[in-house]
């Protein structure tokens, strides 16, 4: 009755050669691919169609292919290319098991249903059906014909639905909000159907917008913080205290009250940066204990993004189901808060000059990843190069670990170097001293990562030729 959804001829039969390529095989399209002068960006997106196009994501299994490849594929900027072609070797091989596991596929997603309504009918109803749970079909139909009469210009209704979901599970934004940007990245806004469908199919199954709802009734105004002003330090240290120290759910009210009272949002937002990672850092957590935080991060940095959905980022931002599990298990805490204990000591003299070195080598020895992060500190106060720091550790990532770790850990270390970047405060170093502490816990000589690594010196090899 229906036909499978299909685009030009070269696209089809770049997407075959994937549905015929078993992940032991990964290193030979990717060579076939090079050699053929498919782009780096290309090779990125036809991973991630198929993927959105072959397997099923309603929840809570979904396929991190279409939101991870965009990460990722930024981040190898960072790499030498021998390293870019790891990285996008991690990215294949997640996507070609994938495709093949029993839990997530195989599905073939067929052209969708014209809904019959106007695009102004479709608009209007999205999100309050969606939000039923009870017409996912009808939702993903809907969502093929935004991409088809809306395009690009229907970004903001799927991130508006996408973060009212956000407390449910950050999933539920990362799945919109960096696909969105891979297909900026790609030029590939031509395949957002597949996109799209692909993040409705997870937001539509047993949507819960309640916590959502309730931060909405606690401050149903308008106002937002505006950006005029320096960041003050004095201010950002209280609020990151404040909102780490909280327990979970108090986050949104703290965050109100500061815009209550005038609280510029550079001080706000950094403050915000910061509690994330030094939550991650304290709780142990993996990397996904900031990449949905990151997410709303980067909508209410972005001047494009309209003023009701950043109303709704600014006390959402630390409302993540990691943030929750993360404070509910406070007990398991490390003791310390470095970055109180750093503010208040001051920065500790050190013998010696850490280098780089010094910290790769911390990230094997030991492998709690607490002194990896303190060298880390001590190397970033003492005017170390966060960039170069940031491709060691993404290196290590993809040398160490199976793609699954590999890829998320590498999606984290951007964001991190994001936040480094972009931080005016003393203690910058929180973000990548935390991102150390989750790289050298995820250090593994697994059979998986030996096969990787001798698949990676094959590709280049193969490359070379």
Request: hydrophobic share 40%; net charge negative; aromatic share 8%.
């Amino acid at each position: 009755m229906h036909d499978m959804l299909r685009w030009d001829n070269e696209t089809e039969l770049r997407l075959q050669e994937v549905q015929n390529t078993v992940p032991d095989n990964a290193r030979q399209l990717l060579c076939q691919w090079q050699q053929q002068h498919v782009s780096f960006s290309r090779m990125y997106l036809l991973l991630a169609l198929a993927e959105a196009r072959w397997v099923d994501h309603h929840g809570p299994l979904i396929g991190h292919g279409t939101f991870n490849g965009g990460p990722i594929m930024k981040a190898s900027t960072l790499l030498y290319p021998p390293y870019q072609n790891l990285a996008l070797l991690h990215m294949a091989h997640y996507v070609l098991g994938l495709i093949r596991h029993p839990n997530y596929g195989p599905y073939l997603m067929g052209e969708h249903l014209q809904t019959q309504e106007s695009l102004e009918e479709i608009q209007h109803q999205f999100i309050p059906d969606l939000e039923t749970g009870e017409m996912p079909l009808l939702s993903e139909n809907r969502a093929a014909e935004l991409a088809t009469l809306a395009g690009i210009h229907a970004r903001w209704l799927m991130i508006r639905a996408a973060l009212r979901q956000y407390p449910e599970n950050e999933h539920r934004l990362l799945i919109v909000q960096r696909a969105l940007e891979f297909l900026d990245d790609t030029n590939g806004w031509h395949y957002a159907e597949a996109f799209f469908r692909a993040a409705i199919q997870y937001l539509g199954h047993r949507p819960d917008v309640h916590f959502t709802k309730q931060v909405l009734a606690a401050w149903p105004g308008t106002r937002a913080p505006l950006w005029q002003g320096p960041i003050d330090a004095k201010e950002v240290e209280k609020l990151r205290q404040d909102l780490v120290r909280c327990e979970f759910g108090q986050e949104p009210q703290k965050i109100i009250t500061a815009i209550s009272q005038n609280i510029n949002g550079s001080t706000l937002l950094e403050a915000i940066s910061l509690t994330a990672s030094t939550l991650m850092f304290l709780s142990g957590f993996d990397a996904h204990a900031v990449t949905g935080i990151h997410c709303v991060i980067d909508l209410l940095r972005d001047q494009r993004c309209p003023i009701d959905i950043r109303h709704l980022a600014w006390p959402l931002v630390l409302s993540s189901s990691r943030t929750r599990r993360q404070k509910a298990k406070r007990t398991d805490w490390i003791v310390d808060d470095p970055v109180t204990h750093v503010m208040q000591q001051g920065i500790t003299s050190s013998s010696r000059v850490i280098s780089r070195d010094d910290i790769i080598k911390s990230l094997y020895t030991d492998r709690t990843g607490l002194e990896a992060a303190s060298y880390t500190r001590q190397y970033l106060q003492t005017g170390g190069d966060p960039t170069q720091l940031t491709r060691v550790f993404i290196e290590t990532a993809l040398t160490t670990e199976e793609p699954f770790d590999a890829l998320h850990n590498v999606k984290m270390l951007w964001g991190l170097l994001n936040e480094t970047l972009h931080c005016r405060s003393a203690a910058h170093w929180i973000h990548l001293s935390a991102g150390a502490r989750v790289i050298a816990q995820s250090i593994t000589d697994s059979p998986m990562t030996t096969s990787i690594l001798q698949q990676w010196h094959k590709l280049n090899a193969c490359i070379k030729e």
